[in-house]
């Protein structure tokens, strides 16, 4: 499952150029802030770039100082949202080398975003080139202990035109950020909260690839979830509003007391998650069922309160593998809670992680 692409030769197809940060953060100041980084607030000396023109294709790839980015106010993402993005995490090893997380998954998807929101396919070997070229320039932002430097890879539509059409002119660029847990909360568990009326993606739209769209329409159901004393949101499907679909940010597991793991299916409305399909494999593996099924809110209370549902958990990029304590949904005005607390089946396949 791990991939170690740090030592490998340059394999993008395109030339990088370095050009390291004249003044990077001094080493004791590094340090104050890699003892307690947060998530996502923290960023490393460098990002990488590369730029894309129609009729040009990729080109101009470099490593520098990150810096603020000018743009012009009729730049195409401003008005349309032409707009991608990746999450991928890079480790220490206990050699003292780096790895980065199955990188060539998020390169893939990436590519399947792009072609959703008709913007170019960057080649997969640049995306991952990119990757290891910022890990091995900013190697020494990536915490100690469980601790790990976040990649976030993204592309945007920079060409300066109002018009409803897509961009000839893109730029992709990768930043860094060391990080630690990703739920402000010290508890091993979390609380959910089920939103009835708002939905996160509809059949046909882009609930299957990773734009800032789909995150922005859930932001106001996670204001819903904070209102209730809740950490996270659960979305139902757009449609019948009974099935369980996913998290604002993370993919959904169910685990039952014969031992079995369930999650719901992709069907074009839940992002196809890398950590998601690495769970399964590895179940598999471990000889475990894992079934791909729909799995409705009112079955879910029910096997909550039988006992068949022993434990409830979601996965992802920037959270991991999160276990889940109650869910909860507003009834007739009365907020119903089900308590999902029970045996931990994580231990046994996180590991491999």
Known sequence: MHENVMDQPPAGGLPFVRKPHPAPTPPDKRAVLLSDPGFGRVFTDHMATISYADGKGWHDAKIAARAPLTMDPAAAVLHYSQQIFEGLKAYHTAEGGAVMFRPLENARRFQRSAERLAMPKLPEAAFVEACDQLVMIDRDWIPEG???????????????????????EYLFLVIASP?????????????LWVSQELTRAAPGG?????????????????????QHGC????????????????????NIFFVFDDGSMQTPPLDGTILPGITRASIIVLAKDRGITVREEPY?????????????????????????LTQFEAVSK???????????????ILNGIASPL
């Open 146 to 168: 469980d601790g790990s430097l976040y990649l976030r890879p993204f592309m945007f539509a920079s060409e300066v035109f109002l018009g409803v059409k897509p961009s000839s």
């Open 179 to 191: 990080v630690g847990s990703y739920f402000k909360s010290k508890d091993t568990a979390v609380s």
């Open 206 to 226: 882009t609930g299957a690839v990773k734009c800032g769209g789909n995150y922005a329409a859930s932001l106001m159901a996670q204001l819903e979830a904070a």
């Open 231 to 250: 950490e996270q949101v659960v979305f139902l499907d757009a449609v019948e509003r009974r099935w369980i679909e996913e998290l604002g940010g993370m």
């Open 296 to 320: 409705a809110f009112s079955q879910w209370c029910a096997d909550a309160a039988s006992g068949r549902l022993r434990e409830t958990f979601a996965c992802g990029t920037a959270a991991v």
């Open 330 to 344: 507003e009834v007739d005005g009365i907020d119903g809670v089900a308590s999902l607390q029970g045996f931990n």
